[in-house]
């Protein structure tokens, strides 16, 4: 299921000069508030869990999805390259199952090894705070890549359409709406951190068991429709 051909590919467009520069910046960008914090106000741990939890996960780790999971097919299908990789003898759902891996990857990279060193900066992983916030960033990140990468299979907008979701529904409605947390990826991933950290600095508003069902569900669901839609693509073109 996994081609290493496909792999390479897709490492060397995510991470060519544009886009490395911005999935270096949101994680570079987090540290240096963290010192400066640390610096500023000493180890706190209910700062240290505003920080992770507002910065870090709640804009962080999906906007870096969005970068890594559109990324990961979108510029092939909206400049047409997608055609030579489709020619070649590799099983479509290789290539869709091949990009998530690079896609969760690349994300649990850039945000999930930031978080924890931000977290340790912050207050030294006191209740478990830098731990609990790197699991939910990494949770987080395979689904939002799952979903992303299916954004990239959907449309040519597919990173404007990936903002959106990130800020507004995932940031907005997601903080402001009670109902809409239950369908919120970042809500799913705080109720991993609620089980390591427990007390009352972490808390989710979705059951873990709910929250593991529902991110489980998005992550098969998304890879199977984008790789269906991977398949039409190439019907489409031998027509």
Not at 97 to 121: E, M, N
Not at 123 to 138: C, K, L, R, V
């Amino acid at each position: 299921m996994y081609n290493s051909t496909v792999a390479r590919l897709t490492y060397r467009a995510l991470l060519g000069r544009r886009r490395a520069l911005i999935l270096f910046a949101l994680p570079a960008l987090l540290l240096v508030i963290s010192l400066l914090v640390r610096t500023l106000t000493g180890a706190d741990d209910q700062i240290a869990a505003d920080v992770l939890g507002g910065f870090a996960l709640a804009t962080m780790v999906p906007l870096i999805g969005v970068i890594a999971g559109t990324g990961a097919i979108g510029p092939e299908i909206d400049d047409g390259s997608i055609v030579y990789l489709l020619a070649k003898p590799v099983k479509r759902p290789t290539i869709i199952f091949t990009k998530l891996i690079v896609a969760i990857g690349v994300t649990i990279a850039f945000s999930a090894v930031p978080t924890l060193l931000a977290g340790y900066i912050l207050n030294g992983n006191s209740q478990q705070i830098a731990i609990a916030y790197t699991a939910a960033a990494a949770v987080a990140s395979v689904a939002y890549a799952a979903l992303f990468l299916l954004f990239g299979t959907l449309t040519r907008h597919a990173v404007v359409f990936g903002l959106v979701y990130a800020l507004v529904w995932e940031s907005l409605f997601g903080s402001l709406v009670p109902g809409a947390r239950t369908l919120s990826v970042q809500q799913w991933a705080l109720a991993l951190a609620e089980k390591i950290g427990g007390g009352d600095l972490v808390s989710s508003d979705v059951g873990l068991s709910l929250a593991v069902a529902l991110l489980a569900a998005v992550t098969v669901c998304a890879t199977l429709y984008a790789g269906q839609k991977l398949r039409g693509l190439t019907l489409a073109g031998e027509e």
